[in-house]
């Protein structure tokens, strides 16, 4: 059987993708500290809870990488400090120890020699310059290069996880080692932290239904890529066997939605309409952050949960709650 180790785990990301690991018979060993902020949820908790092929381990993996000498057939590297808007503008030193966690990720792969490792990058790690009200794009994965100039990402995050993918460089060129990365955009799903965007405001507005006007964060203009959490797991497991090897792949739908669009569409889902409006002393974080596809495509991806049908999924789960 096949064995593979995934740290951050008990995330949101990470919790989805132990679930489809064991579904798909691998052996999951999951490292996770459960630190405050993180999201994390226990195991009983998870929308599937795990009952054969799993074993917790309840640390840093920090400690677990200085102390283990395991050889897994696959790494899946998700630990990091990261919640929502707030903490990324306001914990930065905080996040900034993810730099301390990749580094020492990468000193353990290149000791225990893994099968392959996968590293979750960020859509962060994209240069802000590229994400301006006056000089926006789509985002493709060959505008990060570590041969010329590179531009600002967003934030400690940001840089952190750029310096994971040059890290994950190194490791290939120097160590030999198999690994990939991938940058995920704005993921969402129906047990999503309510520290993040997508969930908070499903909550906010059924919670104000029938009020004349309703309010989003920043400008309300600013766009982010939303993608169902299903989907990102789907494209992971498809491709993290086929990338070549030292890649990285968008997790993207290519789709830009601004956060008044997203609350209309919310708000229909309930079954009104308010006036939507921005509130300016909110942070709002780059103004366009979209994925381009086409790498995604040529493997054959494309979303199953399109943006409509994943805000139903999501008020269905809040309305099961009593909060």
Known sequence: MARALVTGGAGFVGRHLCGKLISEGVDVVCVDKFARGTGAMRPAEWPNPPKAGFSLIEEDCRRYFDRADDRFDMVFHLAAMVGGRVMLETQT????????????????????????????????????????????????????????????????????????????????????????????????????????????????????????????????????DFIHISDCIDFVWRTFTRLQNGACLNISTGVATSFIELARLVSRGIGWEPKISGRSDKPEGVFYRCGDTALQASYGLSPRVDLEAGVALTLDHLRSRVY
Do not use: H
């Open 93 to 224: 030193l905080l996040v900034a120890e993810d730099l301390a966690v990749d580094t020492d990720m990468w000193r353990w792969a290149a000791r225990t020699r893994p099968g392959s490792v996968v590293y979750f990058s960020s859509s962060a790690a994209y240069p802000v310059s590229l994400q301006r009200p006056e000089a926006y794009r789509k985002l493709s994965e060959d505008m990060i290069g570590f041969e010329a100039s590179i531009g600002v990402p967003d934030l400690s995050y940001g840089w952190a996880k750029l310096s994971g993918e040059y890290l994950m460089k190194l490791y290939v060129e120097n160590y030999g080692g198999r690994a990939v990365a991938y940058r995920p955009f704005s993921g969402y799903g129906e047990d999503q932290d309510l520290s993040y965007p997508f969930p908070a405001i499903c909550r906010r507005l059924l919670e104000e239904r029938g009020a004349e006007e309703v309010f989003v964060w920043g400008s309300g203009r600013q766009c982010r």
